[in-house]
């Protein structure tokens, strides 16, 4: 499986940007697809992730209510929409892949800058 992320960009805090990433090369209605993110310095960490069956959606708590993760089967896309953006937000994010949702993520995408200026 493949992972391309696109959308990431300079926004002004309070902006919104729209995150995604489209994979190839599997079945994409079988993974549980993720969200992470990277600051310069800091581990990478979990943001969101939704499951490949029934879609439920999982966030973590700096980001929740202010960020929406999404996807669509039949163009094997998972999107994350953030909204009302901060500085903290500022890190490379990566989308991942696991298969019915089972263990670690096998497979992680190049990662897209996403940089909010205060």
């Known amino acids: 499986v493949q992972l391309v992320e696109s959308g990431g960009g300079l926004v002004q805090a309070g902006g919104s940007l729209r995150l995604s990433c489209a994979a190839s090369?599997?079945?994409?209605?079988?993974?549980?697809m993720g969200w992470f993110r990277q600051a310069p310095g800091k581990e990478r960490e979990f943001v969101a992730h939704?499951?490949?069956?029934?879609?439920?959606?999982y966030y973590a708590d700096p980001v929740k209510g202010r960020f929406t993760i999404s996807r669509d089967n039949a163009r094997s896309t998972v999107y994350l929409q953030m909204n009302s953006l901060k500085p903290e937000d500022t890190a490379v994010y990566s989308c991942?892949?696991?298969?019915?949702?089972?263990?670690?993520?096998?497979?992680w995408g190049q990662g897209t800058q996403v940089t909010v200026s205060s």
């Open positions: 991942a892949a696991k298969y019915k949702g089972l263990g670690a993520y096998d497979y």
């Open positions: 090369g599997g079945t994409f209605s079988m993974y549980t």
């Open positions: 939704i499951t490949w069956s029934g879609g439920y959606t």
